[in-house]
């Protein structure tokens, strides 16, 4: 459906570089990233809001690369929304239509439809000002959806919204991409977002595209320590892999030889999720490889789960529910079995 290739953008201060993805008809794709990545950058472009220094872009077959930004077809919600404060919502609804020269009737008749798609019909004669973030959301969609765009790009859409009204956006931003099979790019920093709502996700740091793939590939695989930080593996060490038996090979780290499964060999870089890691207050029966007797050295409550920090060495960051926590009576200084599969452990 769109497809960037090669994309380069010199904005003097900062340079995206070389950006190559596609985005398939109807598909969910999530570009995340850190502030000052270059997320904003890329999607700006993609609208034609910046000059492109190389490389190129189309959608459904046709180049845009150079296409004026109103020619494009491309719906874009900013986080700060830009709604008219001094129109009423359905005036900034139909503000686009009303643009193309259609008589304000027939404006508001051709926006039935979005305004029942997103259930705002008891908002239409207030201002701005006297909405809720979440309401002020709905409109902003509500306007760039009313011009059936060919593509809709998101930036941080849910960024300056609570908790409770994150998740409501969220919901009905599944739905509008279930009913409506639009082709949705969405900008944000936020891991867990981009899990939730999107079918691919591609990388950026630093103004370059770094991984695209499922968020599952991403989670599980990530291909760099940049992404491996930044999907919050949250181990990441170095070390050198060697032969092993004929299934596994074996990276030494501060003297502990672990099991992995890979065919790269010499220096490398490698991770492990907390979640893959088995704690035990005992050696436990089971075809993991790899099992170890260490400390906790630290313990960090997140609520409904704790984070470990157990020395085994090397220092492993483990994660477990809180009920598990009070059940096992864990706490700094007690001794722990470390327990995970040498499939757990990305190599990259």
Request: with cysteine; proline share 4%; aromatic share 6%.
């Amino acid at each position: 459906m769109i497809s960037v290739k090669n994309l380069s953008v010199d904005l003097g201060d900062f340079r995206l570089a070389g950006a190559t993805f596609d985005v398939h008809e109807g598909e969910y794709f999530i570009i995340l990233g850190p502030t000052g990545a270059g997320k904003t950058v890329l999607l700006e472009s993609i609208a034609g809001l910046f000059p492109i220094k190389n490389g190129s872009i189309t959608v459904g077959g046709s180049d845009i690369t150079y296409m004026l930004p109103e020619k494009r077809g491309i719906g874009f919600v900013y986080q700060d929304l830009s709604l008219f404060p001094h129109l009423s919502v359905m005036d900034n609804v139909t503000y686009g239509i009303r643009r193309r020269g259609k008589s304000k009737k027939i404006a508001e008749q051709s926006a039935g439809w979005v305004i029942d798609l997103l259930n705002i019909s008891d908002l239409l004669q207030r201002r701005p000002d006297t909405l809720s973030g979440g309401e002020k959301q709905k409109v902003a969609l509500a306007r760039a959806l009313v011009m059936e765009p060919r593509l809709l790009l998101l930036d941080e859409p849910l960024g300056a919204l609570d908790p409770n009204t994150r998740e409501q956006i969220q919901s009905e931003l599944r739905n509008i991409h279930r009913k409506l099979n639009l082709t949705i790019i969405h900008v944000t920093h936020d891991f867990e977002e981009a899990v939730l709502l999107g079918n691919r996700i591609g990388v950026i740091g630093e103004g370059r595209l770094l991984q695209v793939g499922t968020p599952d590939e991403i989670f599980r695989q990530p291909n760099s320590e940049f992404v491996a930080h930044f999907s919050m593996a949250r181990n990441i060490f170095s070390g050198e892999i060697q032969n092993g038996d004929t299934e596994h090979a074996f990276v030494t780290i501060e003297g502990t030889r672990l099991a992995v499964i890979s065919d790269k060999r010499g220096k490398v870089k490698f991770s492990i999720r907390p979640e893959d890691i088995l704690l035990s207050a005992h050696p436990i029966a089971s075809s993991a490889r790899n099992s170890f007797k260490g400390t906790i050295t630290e313990v960090v409550s997140k609520g409904s789960t704790v984070l470990l920090t157990v020395n085994i060495p090397p220092s492993v960051v483990c994660l477990v529910t809180r009920h598990s926590f009070d059940e096992m009576n864990l706490h700094k200084g007690g001794e722990v079995y470390v327990t995970f599969k040498a499939a757990a452990v990305n190599v990259f």
